[in-house]
C-alpha cells in the first residue's frame, strides 16, 4: 500500500494499479461465491416446511433461476440478500443467475475467473448469453471460452457467441427467421421541442432506422460507400479556410441520393460528374459492379464435412446458409485457395510482402500488442507490420517474415517504437514483452498472461534460437 501517491515512483504506481486488478477481481468473485452459499442456505423448497403459507397466497416458492442443470433458490430470501447488497432485488437475482450457471454449467469458466484471469463481467455475460442452453450444449461453450479468458473481452465475447452458435444451431435458424418476420423501415416523426434540444437538436435532419436482410445490408452499405466515395470525388475545392466535409457527409449524401434512382443511375453512368450535356443523350454502359471480397474460416466436424457455422471477417460467426446468403445476389463468385496459416517464409528487403501480411493478420486476429482489443477484422484499417527485432539494412538475409513480424495498431507502434518497449518473438504466433518501468507479458493466439521478470529473461533468451529457426 502506497501511503502518498504523490511520493510514488512510476514502478510502484504501475504495481500498485496491478495488484489493484488482482484485489478487484478477487473481491467480486468473493461477493459472487458470497450469493452461491446464500442460496444453498435456501436451496430447500419453502412449501415443504412446516406451516408454510401456500404460494397461492403470496407464499415463498422455489424458483430457478439460472439455466438448465442449475439448483433453485427460496424467491423470498433474496430481498435480504439484496439490502446487504445495497441493491435491488431483480439485480441480486441476475447476480445469482448468472453465478448459478458458472458453477453448474460453466464450471471450467468459473475456475478461470476465480484465479484472477477475467474480470467477473464478461463471464456473467457468457454465462446470459448461453443460458438457454442445455447442460450438454453449454459444455461447449465451457471448454471454448475457458481457454481463451487471458484474450480481451471483446475476444472472448466473440468466441463465446460462435460456440452458443454452434452449440444450437436449429435454434439459431429460429432466431434469424424470427428477426427476419420483424423487418421494417422507421421515420420518426419529431417531437415538440426537439429543434432547439441544447443536447441533441433535430433541426435540419432527420433520423431513419431499417431492419432488414443482413445480405441486403451489405449490399446496401456497398453502395453507400462507391456513391459516397464518387461524390467525394467530385465535390469541388474547398475554400481555403474552410473545413472539408468528411466521409460522413457523403455518406449522408449518398444515402439521401438513393431516394431518386434515375439520379443515381445517371451520375454513375456519367462516371461521377453532373450531366451537364444533351439531356437526349443516353449513356451507353452501365458501371461495373464494385468487387467485393469476404474471407470466411471452415471449420470440420467429427466426419470430416463442414461444420455448420463459419467465421466471416468483419461479421462475426454465421450459419453456412448465412453465408450462402450474402453471395447468393452475385453472379460471378471467385474462391481463392485457402491460405495456410502454419507455413511461413521471410525476404530479404524491408516492406513486408502482401502474402506474409495477409497470413499474419489472419493468423493473429488482432493487434498483438499486450492486453489490446482491436480485431483487424472489424477495424477500418489495416495494422502496422513492425518488425520485432528491428530491421538492418546492413543486416542478415531474411529479416522480413512471419518469424519477425509484430502486427500493432498504429497507437501501439509509435509507443513501442519511441518509449523504450522491449519485444521478443517465440514463433509467429508469441511474443515476449517488457515496459519501461519492468512490467512484463507474453502475448500468444490465447491471449496475454502476466510474466515474472525472471520468466521474461528466459522466454527472452528462447526468443534468439527460435527466430534463427523460422528464418529462410
Keep these: 500500500m502506497i501511503s502518498d501517491l504523490a511520493d510514488a515512483t ?37 412449501q415443504d416446511q412446516p406451516g408454510a403459507v401456500p404460494v397461492r397466497y403470496g407464499g415463498p416458492r422455489l424458483v ?14 433474496l430481498v435480504e440478500m439484496a439490502i446487504a447488497r445495497h441493491e435491488g432485488v431483480l439485480a441480486t437475482r441476475n447476480a ?16 478461470g475467473v476465480q484465479a484472477g484471469r477475467c474480470d467477473v463481467w464478461v463471464v456473467r455475460r457468457v454465462a446470459r448469453m448461453s443460458r438457454r442452453l442445455d447442460r450438454d450444449q453449454a459444455s461447449v461453450v465451457d471448454t471454448a471460452v475457458a481457454a481463451t479468458l487471458d484474450e480481451a ?12 452458435i454452434e452449440a444450437d444451431p436449429a435454434a439459431h435458424a429460429e432466431r434469424i427467421k424470427a428477426n427476419r418476420d420483424k423487418k421494417g423501415v422507421w421515420y420518426p416523426q419529431p417531437r415538440p421541442g426537439d429543434q432547439v434540444d ?29 456513391l459516397a466515395a464518387a461524390l467525394a470525388a467530385q465535390a469541388p475545392d474547398v475554400p481555403d479556410g474552410d473545413e472539408s466535409p468528411g466521409m460522413d457527409h457523403w455518406r449522408a449524401e449518398a444515402f439521401a441520393m438513393l431516394a431518386d434512382p434515375a439520379a443515381v443511375l445517371a451520375f454513375l453512368h456519367a462516371g461521377g460528374e453532373s450531366n451537364t450535356g444533351d439531356e437526349d443523350e443516353s ?8 468487387a467485393a471480397e469476404i474471407v470466411v474460416h471452415l471449420s470440420h466436424d467429427t466426419d470430416g464435412g463442414l461444420g455448420p457455422m463459419a467465421r466471416v471477417e468483419r461479421l462475426g460467426p454465421r450459419l453456412l446458409d448465412q453465408v450462402r446468403d450474402l453471395l447468393a445476389r452475385h453472379t460471378h463468385v471467385t474462391v481463392t485457395p485457402v491460405i495456410d496459416l502454419h507455413a511461413g517464409r521471410s ?8 502474402d506474409i501480411r495477409r497470413r499474419t493478420e489472419l ?38 517474415g512471419d518469424h519477425n513480424d509484430t502486427p500493432l495498431a498504429r497507437h501501439h507502434h509509435r509507443a513501442k517504437t519511441h518509449l523504450g518497449y522491449s519485444v521478443f518473438q517465440l514463433g509467429p504466433d508469441r511474443w515476449v514483452w517488457g515496459t519501461p518501468h519492468g512490467l512484463y507479458r507474453l502475448v500468444t493466439g490465447t491471449g496475454t498472461t502476466a510474466l515474472s521478470q525472471t520468466e521474461y529473461h528466459l522466454l527472452a533468451e528462447r526468443a534468439v534460437v527460435l527466430a534463427d529457426d523460422y528464418a529462410a
Design 363 to 400: 493468423r493473429v486476429l488482432g493487434d498483438r500488442f499486450p492486453h489490446a482489443t482491436g480485431l483487424f477484422g472489424r477495424a477500418g484499417r489495416s495494422p502496422d507490420h513492425d518488425h520485432t527485432v528491428p530491421y538492418d539494412g546492413h543486416g542478415p538475409p531474411g529479416q522480413t
Design 10 to 46: 512510476a514502478e510502484q504506481l504501475l504495481h500498485a494499479a496491478e495488484d489493484g486488478v488482482r484485489t478487484r477481481r478477487s473481491a467480486e468473485v468473493a461477493q459472487l461465491g458470497l450469493l452461491l452459499a446464500w442460496a444453498d442456505l435456501h436451496s430447500g423448497d419453502p
Design 198 to 226: 441544447a443536447d441533441d437538436s433535430t433541426a435540419g435532419v432527420a433520423a431513419i432506422f431499417a431492419r432488414i436482410d443482413e445480405a441486403d445490408a451489405v449490399a446496401h452499405h456497398a453502395m453507400v460507400e462507391d
Design 64 to 77: 430457478t433461476l439460472g439455466g438448465d442443470g442449475t439448483p433453485g433458490v427460496a424467491d423470498l430470501a
Design 283 to 290: 449513356p451507353t454502359s452501365a458501371p461495373a459492379p464494385a
Design 347 to 354: 525476404v530479404n528487403g524491408y516492406e513486408y510482402p502482401t
Design 153 to 164: 473481452p471483446s475476444r472472448i465475447l466473440a468466441i463465446a457467441e460462435a460456440k452458443v
Design 96 to 111: 445469482l443467475a448468472d453465478v448459478l450457471d458458472l458453477r453448474h454449467r460453466l464450471p471450467t469458466v468459473w475456475a
